[in-house]
């Protein structure tokens, strides 16, 4: 437990004097750590989960995007305030993880409790100004740019084809009855992909993952934090969070206040949907077949799994 605070002095140089885990989100581990009276936090992404390398691939592109809206745009202290390295990198790493060091935001993360009036109004009018940016920003888009490659699909594939026979027992027993489904799912986002690739259409900055576990309630300032998912895409990579939403309509209203000749596009809206719903499937599969999990953890990771099966087949 010695690795945190000598990790941290010698990137950061802090004299970190006690350690508090917090509840995390599904891919990193959360610490509260404290310098004397200064308070932080730090997101940790172990490099023995399979999930690893595709969550923090882009950090080194995305968090400096997040820095430039926090400056210059009207998100100012709406978001997670990264802590540079020495070096000024906003990551450092050891055998063991990946870490990125946040301020501290004192707050209640919104999770399992409804929004208020208020709170649907400030989320909406975050998005409305985040979807105003684009690649014409001074800082390099290019390799979050949405190019509709799904990257976890092949392995999918050869995982529900191929391999189906050499699954582990409970896994194997839990998607044999959803496997049709899975693979028409599979096929449809393929057929997407291919099509939206030579199509022009326009993209802005989108966080990808807005849900209520990704916003915090601080003093009188609603918080959109995990940033990882930042991509220029079509606005649909965002706006599918908001369309079942009661309040879609006030905010499609907002929204147009200020992207005036703003229309949805059922076939992007339909591939995040899907890739989405593809997406936590496979996240779920991946930690079953490659992460090493005590039984508990196991039981509750299928448990999720077949709450995505079930409701892909209802
Ligand atoms: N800067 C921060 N200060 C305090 N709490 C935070 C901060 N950032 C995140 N959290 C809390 O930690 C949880 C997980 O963080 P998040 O960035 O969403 O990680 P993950 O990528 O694992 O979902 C959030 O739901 C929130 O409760
Ligand atoms: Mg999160």
Same mark, same amino acid.
């Given at each position: 437990?010695?690795?945190?605070?000598?990790?941290?002095?010698? =990137?950061?140089?802090?004299?970190?004097?006690?350690?508090?885990? @917090?509840?995390?989100?599904?891919?990193?581990?959360? $610490?509260?750590?404290?310098?004397?009276?200064?308070?932080?936090?730090?997101?940790? &992404?172990?490099?023995?989960?399979?999930?690893?390398?595709?969550?923090?691939?882009?950090?080194?592109?995305?968090?400096?995007?997040?820095?430039?809206?926090? @400056? =210059?745009?009207?998100?100012?202290?709406?978001?997670?305030?990264?802590?540079?390295? @020495?070096?000024?990198?906003?990551?450092?790493?050891?055998?063991?993880?990946? &870490?990125?060091?946040?301020?501290?935001?004192?707050?209640?993360?919104?999770?399992?409790? *409804?929004?208020?009036?208020?709170?649907?109004?400030?989320?909406?009018?975050?998005?409305?100004?985040?979807?105003?940016?684009?690649?014409?920003?001074?800082?390099?888009?290019?390799?979050?740019?949405?190019?509709?490659?799904?990257?976890?699909?092949?392995?999918? #594939?050869?995982?529900?084809?191929?391999?189906?026979?050499?699954?582990? #027992?409970?896994?194997?027993?839990?998607?044999?009855?959803?496997?049709?489904?899975?693979?028409?799912?599979?096929?449809?986002?393929?057929?997407?992909?291919?099509?939206?690739?030579? #199509?022009?259409? #326009?993209?802005?900055?989108?966080?990808?993952?807005?849900?209520?576990?990704?916003?915090?309630?601080?003093?009188?300032?609603?918080?959109?934090?995990?940033?990882?998912?930042?991509?220029?895409?079509?606005?649909?990579?965002?706006?599918? $969070?908001?369309?079942?939403?009661?309040?879609?309509?006030?905010?499609? =209203?907002?929204?147009?206040?200020?992207?005036?000749?703003?229309?949805?596009?059922?076939?992007?809206?339909?591939?995040?949907? &899907?890739?989405?719903?593809?997406?936590?499937?496979?996240?779920?599969?991946? @930690?079953?077949?490659?992460?090493?999990?005590? *039984?508990?953890?196991?039981?509750?990771?299928?448990? =999720?799994?077949?709450?995505?099966?079930?409701?892909?087949?209802?």
């Amino acid at each position: 437990m010695d690795k945190i605070p000598n990790l941290l002095k010698e =990137h950061y140089d802090l004299e970190i004097t006690n350690i508090l885990p @917090q509840r995390g989100g599904w891919a990193a581990l959360a $610490f509260k750590v404290y310098c004397g009276k200064q308070a932080f936090f730090l997101k940790v &992404y172990e490099k023995s989960r399979a999930s690893t390398p595709k969550w923090t691939a882009l950090i080194d592109q995305y968090v400096p995007i997040t820095v430039w809206l926090m @400056q =210059h745009s009207g998100l100012k202290g709406k978001l997670p305030v990264p802590v540079p390295t @020495q070096t000024g990198d906003y990551k450092c790493e050891n055998d063991e993880g990946i &870490y990125l060091l946040y301020e501290y935001i004192e707050g209640e993360t919104i999770g399992e409790k *409804a929004l208020t009036a208020g709170q649907i109004g400030e989320l909406l009018n975050m998005i409305a100004e985040l979807h105003l940016y684009g690649e014409e920003i001074p800082v390099e888009t290019k390799a979050l740019k949405e190019d509709f490659t799904v990257p976890f699909l092949p392995q999918l #594939r050869v995982a529900l084809d191929r391999e189906v026979c050499t699954l582990p #027992r409970d896994l194997k027993e839990l998607i044999t009855p959803h496997l049709k489904q899975v693979n028409e799912l599979a096929g449809t986002v393929e057929k997407l992909s291919v099509d939206l690739k030579s #199509r022009n259409l #326009r993209m802005a900055l989108c966080h990808t993952d807005l849900h209520p576990w990704n916003l915090m309630q601080s003093g009188g300032q609603l918080m959109l934090i995990d940033w990882e998912g930042l991509k220029l895409a079509p606005v649909e990579a965002d706006l599918m $969070f908001l369309i079942d939403e009661p309040y879609y309509d006030d905010f499609a =209203h907002i929204y147009r206040k200020v992207h005036h000749d703003f229309a949805i596009n059922p076939d992007v809206l339909q591939f995040y949907r &899907y890739r989405r719903k593809l997406e936590d499937i496979w996240e779920f599969m991946e @930690q079953l077949l490659f992460d090493r999990q005590e *039984a508990q953890e196991r039981a509750t990771t299928l448990n =999720h799994l077949s709450k995505e099966l079930n409701e892909i087949s209802g």
